[in-house]
């Protein structure tokens, strides 16, 4: 272990002791009887290292509940008094001295006293003395005697009670040749914070060598937050100036710059600026994040005058903490600067920003910027435009897509998907049904899933007659909008599938059926089943087998039965079925393995089969185990139906 982390160490230790009670050690809070405390006393005087500790955590809990200053508590103090001036065991005085702590008076202070003078128990009497009121005195009269480890428990006891009498006393300590005394008084007059402490600090920082330097920075940092809490402006900002022109480490200067941003008046910008230009990314964003924290206009300016000018990780930092300010508006003109001649990560960074600072006059330069060749700028401009929130929105962004080329349109026909923009259902469905360019069509299709109204439906059910380009899309737009719109619009698309003149016109029109869930659609799709015409028969079972209820069951079955019909759509309905079947119903677990068990045998192809398999496990009994057990004897299914079976009888 290096040197200075056992100061840390001791200090560390020396900091936590102090303020811990005796039931810190693991014990519990519990009652305690009057009548008992004779014995725990009892105990306690004879009581050494490694004896039963109950007696001791119960007449620690019993402290604990007393009020200081009351009778209860005088009595307990005069008997713990009397034992640390007895010939009890080192490990009973030093639990009476800890008891002291919690409830003592100005009684138990010369017995205190006096153990200061022995350096078995002289942490323990100085833990006590720290939370007793009125024992500073004793303290600081005890420091011109005490030396090692004794020594470094009072200076850390004076500083964690904030003993502005005691600076005088530290000072000299505070440039002791020792480090473990130099750096406790160091941090204890951190503690205390008062001007003269400040004082201390500062002449000590100035003639210290450079391994002491950064303790006494901390020091003073911590003393000037302690100034500036106090309402202590003035010498707090005279610490942090300090800070800031001795010449110290990275972290301190920030520190101070940090305790300066916190003082009215203190005109830290022009050094935060300076430190931002200097230091390297990490260090300046902490910066930024610091005078973005400043209130009032002027920060932001400060910053947004010297963006373009910074390191290109730092502008980053700087255009991200703008996007986080709402009051950084007037830096919007530097941000698109950044936007357009920074790096890809700089430019990613400025279309975040845009995208809470900006407004519609930004919205070209973030659908442009929707194309560019990085993915992060690409995903920064898109989660902008859809977090963008300006009235005329909608109406910019729907100009655009008349006027631009054929790639952005889709990006931008993206971006209408994103917001669900309702109010361009017209312009997509126009796109739709008059543009040849493919992915830009396939684009305001998925689109109008989420944005079109009842109003556009029946154009789409004509498209979908008509036109057998995107003709999958299509059906899958039609149907989404008719889940949410049933009626009367699939009774038009029923009405338009008995008016078709070909088999491919109702395939398509059958496929726009697709999981709807309605009455007519149903009966319209079982007629379809029985099609001459294979393209209508396979749309058929499609649109069956994403039935949100169970009730096509039996005709899936029903198609999987037909030996005469191609293995394909026996396969479909085979599929099809065991995903209705796995789908709530009113049945019982028995009727449910009896279907599965007619998709096993009707199935043509194996991984039907194994998928059978798998779902009786949603359908635990001992119809179930028995239909598993007899898979295992065709060995390609004899893994499936073991794991199978394995679950089963597990639950």
Same mark, same amino acid.
């Given at each position: ?62 402290? *604990? ?42 009684? /138990? ?20 003395? *720290? ?40 000072? +000299? ?22 001007? *003269? ?11 210290? #060598?450079? /391994? ?15 100034? $500036? ?16 022109? =001795? ?32 230091? *390297? ?48 508006? #007037? ?10 001649? /920074? ?131 299509? $059906?899958?737009?039609? =149907? ?73 069951? +039996? ?64 359908? +635990? ?13 065709? +060995? $390609? ?15």
């Amino acid at each position: 272990m290096n040197r200075n982390r056992r100061i840390l160490l001791i200090l560390a230790v020396l900091s936590l002791l102090s303020g811990l009670p005796f039931t810190a050690y693991g014990f519990q809070n519990e009652k305690l009887r009057a009548s008992d405390i004779d014995a725990c006393f009892s105990v306690l005087s004879n009581f050494d290292y490694g004896k039963d500790l109950t007696p001791l955590r119960q007449l620690s809990s019993y402290v *604990e509940s007393l009020e200081a200053g009351s009778n209860q508590a005088k009595e307990v103090e005069a008997r713990l008094i009397a034992l640390l001036g007895s010939g009890a065991s080192l490990a009973a005085k030093d639990f009476a001295c800890r008891q002291l702590g919690l409830i003592g008076g100005e009684a /138990g202070l010369p017995v205190l006293q006096t153990l200061l003078a022995d350096k078995s128990l002289a942490a323990s009497a100085t833990a006590a003395l *720290e939370r007793i009121p009125g024992s500073g005195a004793i303290m600081r009269e005890a420091l011109a005697q005490s030396s090692g480890t004794g020594r470094t428990a009072l200076i850390t006891a004076l500083g964690r009670r904030r003993d502005a009498q005691a600076v005088v006393f530290l000072k +000299p300590m505070a440039a002791d040749k020792d480090p473990v005394v130099s750096q406790a008084a160091a941090h204890s007059l951190g503690l205390i914070g008062t001007p *003269e402490a400040a004082g201390v600090l500062l002449n000590t920082l100035a003639s210290a #060598p450079p /391994g002491t330097r950064r303790w006494l920075a901390l020091s003073l940092l911590q003393c000037g937050e302690r100034l $500036a809490s106090g309402g202590q402006r003035e010498e707090a900002e005279r610490v942090f100036r300090e800070l800031t022109k =001795s010449g110290e480490d990275r972290e301190t200067t920030f520190g101070a710059l940090r305790g300066l941003s916190l003082i009215p008046a203190s005109n830290v910008l022009p050094d935060l600026v300076a430190f931002i230009k200097k230091e *390297e990314p990490k260090a300046a964003a902490n910066a930024i994040q610091v005078m973005l924290q400043m209130p009032g206009p002027a920060p932001v300016k400060a910053l947004a005058d010297i963006l373009t000018a910074l390191r290109p990780a730092t502008q980053q930092a700087a255009l991200l903490a703008f996007g986080a300010r709402t009051d950084a508006r #007037p830096a919007v003109s530097k941000v698109v600067e950044a936007g357009r001649k /920074g790096s890809p990560d700089v430019r990613a960074a400025a279309w975040t920003a845009l995208g809470r600072l900006g407004d519609s006059s930004h919205i070209p330069l973030l659908v442009k910027a929707l194309l560019a060749d990085g993915s992060a700028e690409r995903a920064a401009a898109r989660l902008s435009l859809n977090g963008m929130n300006c009235t005329d929105f909608d109406s910019v962004l729907l100009g655009l897509l008349q006027k631009a080329d054929a790639d952005t349109r889709v990006e931008i026909v993206g971006i209408i998907d994103d917001r669900r923009m309702m109010s361009a259902a017209d312009t997509l469905l126009s796109i739709a049904t008059k543009e040849n360019h493919t992915e830009l069509r396939s684009s305001a299709l998925k689109a109008l899933r989420r944005t079109a109204s009842e109003r556009q439906i029946a154009p789409l059910v004509d498209l979908l007659a008509k036109d057998p380009t995107e003709s999958t899309t299509l $059906a899958e737009t039609v =149907s989404s909008l008719l889940k949410k719109f049933p009626q009367p619009h699939v009774g038009y698309v029923c009405q338009s599938y008995r008016e078709a003149a070909d088999a491919p016109r109702q395939a398509r029109l059958v496929a726009g059926l697709r999981g709807v869930g309605d009455a007519e659609a149903l009966t319209l799709l079982r007629g379809a089943l029985a099609a001459k015409q294979r393209e209508v028969q396979r749309a058929a079972i499609r649109s069956l087998s994403e039935w949100p209820d169970p009730g096509p069951i +039996p005709d899936l079955l029903a198609i999987a039965r037909q030996t005469t019909l191609e293995p394909t759509l026996r396969t479909l309905a085979s599929r099809g079925s065991l995903r209705l079947i796995s789908l709530p119903a009113d049945r019982s677990h028995a009727e449910s393995v009896s279907m599965i068990s007619q998709v096993l045998e009707l199935a043509p192809a194996l991984p039907e089969k194994k998928r059978a398999l798998s779902i009786l496990e949603l359908f +635990p009994g001992p119809e179930a185990v028995a239909l598993a057990q007899k898979a295992l004897s065709d +060995p $390609a299914l004899s893994a499936e139906a073991k794991s199978t079976l394995e679950h089963l009888t597990a639950k």
